[in-house]
């Protein structure tokens, strides 16, 4: 609402804080609270502040990149699942940015395939995207496919 517009995020928060009950009419506000409570160490806390409030804003998939950072940060890589969970939700199923946060969790976790299967469905929405012709490009040299990878690369570069 206001707060949004007038990016006074800080002060939504805030009143989040002091106006509990406002929270749920503040999804972004509270997924910005969930982030900052694991930046500080209440990682539980933000990640279910998080799970609870992602769902209402779920288009917005910087705020699940900014949450898996934080997360990582922290060192909880264990909790990382929960958010792309979110991700992997039917509504954004073809959304580009989900799709290449989960490709990119697909190859770290050594499921080439999958990550490259990802990387396709997102490319036929922008296939022009070269971040995402990296992540491509990097899925393909993991299935085994070198030359056709380099040639990807080349095309980005």
């Known amino acids: 609402g206001v707060y949004d517009r007038l990016r006074k995020h800080d002060l939504a928060v805030a009143a989040c804080d002091q106006f509990p009950q406002y929270e749920a009419h503040l999804p972004q506000e509270a997924v910005l609270r969930a982030i900052d409570e694991v930046r500080t160490g209440k990682i539980d806390q933000g990640l279910?502040?998080?799970?609870?409030?992602y769902p209402a804003i779920s288009g917005a998939v910087v705020y699940a990149d900014t949450m898996l950072m934080a997360l990582?940060?922290?060192?909880?890589?264990d909790k990382t699942q929960r958010v792309y969970d979110l991700l992997a939700s039917p509504i954004l199923a073809d959304n580009v940015d989900a799709l290449s946060l989960l490709a990119d969790q697909a190859w770290t976790s050594g499921d080439y395939k999958r990550s490259l299967e990802l990387c396709e469905r997102a490319e036929s929405s922008e296939p022009d995207n070269?971040?995402?012709?990296?992540?491509?490009?990097?899925a393909l040299y993991g299935v085994g496919k070198q030359a056709e990878s380099f040639e990807l690369?080349?095309?980005v570069l």
């Open 130 to 138: 070269g971040f995402l012709l990296a992540r491509k490009a990097r």
């Open 48 to 53: 279910a502040r998080f799970v609870t409030h």
């Open 72 to 77: 990582r940060k922290m060192e909880a890589v």
């Open 153 to 155: 690369f080349e095309k």
